[in-house]
């Protein structure tokens, strides 16, 4: 095995290959000793090529690994996105169960006789009817989305899926059951773990 098989990022440690100009996990340049032997113009033209690499090369007793801030520590959520992942799929039956009714002669005949019942001209029910259907079944679309959004994005950690979950929590808050997830999602520690200070 020869040295130009062993080449590791001053950086990040990564193994390098012998052709890599650059370290391809961290994209720093890879330091190569200056071959006393090499001609000075090609020396200068080599240098040219290179960007300068910031720091001198490692020394012996040199740490060559950078000192990176320790990633914020990921808090446990539990069953937190499961709770959203159920309330995804709850959402889809109601919508489900709603555009049933909507499509259904039976159905549509009982929405039209609670429209009718509540006052509705004649005129205006096919356009209620329109409304229920954007309206409701859109609306359990939507929050369906928002609840699944939050469901993958809590579980992998990502911003979106953090502000999703406390959009669906601010909203549950209206009915009170989302106060405690919510005060769960702005503590301090999970706001760190998802990028958002």
């Known amino acids: 095995m020869t040295t130009e098989e062993n080449w590791h990022c001053i950086s990040c440690g990564v193994k390098l290959d012998a052709g890599h100009r650059f370290c391809w996990s961290c994209g720093a340049p890879r330091w ?14 080599r240098a040219s090529d290179l960007p300068p690499a910031g720091r001198p090369p490692p020394t012996p007793g040199m740490s060559v690994f950078q000192s990176r ?21 709850l959402l889809l039956i ?6 049933a009714s909507f ?3 039976t159905g549509r005949a009982q929405l039209l006789t609670e ?42 950690f990502r911003r ?17 059951v989302g106060i405690p997830v ?7 520690n999970v706001r760190r773990a998802f990028g958002v200070e």
């Not at 190569?32 to 033209?45: C, G, K, N, S, Y």
């Not at 919510?182 to 301090?188: E, G, K, P, T």
């Open 115 to 156: 429209i009718s019942r509540a006052g509705v001209a004649e005129s205006m029910r096919g356009g209620f009817l329109t409304v229920y259907l954007i309206l409701v079944i859109g609306g359990f679309l939507v929050a369906a989305a928002l609840h699944a959004a939050a469901f993958y994005g809590l579980r992998r």
């Open 32 to 45: 190569t000793p200056e071959d006393p032997l090499q001609p000075a113009v090609h020396r200068d033209e």
């Open 69 to 89: 801030a320790a990633p914020p520590e990921r808090p446990n959520l539990g069953l937190l996105p499961w709770l959203y992942a159920a309330g995804a799929i």
């Open 103 to 105: 499509l259904s002669p």
């Open 182 to 188: 919510l005060l769960r999602l702005v503590d301090r």
């Open 160 to 176: 979106w899926g953090w502000i999703s979950a406390v959009v669906v929590a601010g909203l549950w808050s209206l009915v009170i």
């Open 94 to 99: 109601e919508a489900t169960q709603g555009l």
